[in-house]
């Protein structure tokens, strides 16, 4: 069976670390695809960037 885990995360250290955790309870012959993405955005009234980090690992059970 295919299965997925979503990953959203606000600092990529975070990401790094729980997808690190995720990866480490299955088998290297289980991962088929990891996929990522970085989301940049501000907000209205400030100037300050906000960052959305997110991955989708794809995996056999």
Do not use: P, W
């Amino acid at each position: 069976m295919i299965k997925v885990k979503l990953f959203d995360r606000e600092h990529e250290k975070d990401l790094e670390k729980e997808m690190n955790g995720f990866l480490k309870g299955i088998d290297e012959e289980s991962l088929v695809d990891i996929k990522y993405n970085v989301a940049a955005m501000t907000e209205e009234d400030e100037e300050e960037q906000i960052y959305c980090f997110t991955a989708m690992i794809i995996y056999r059970t």
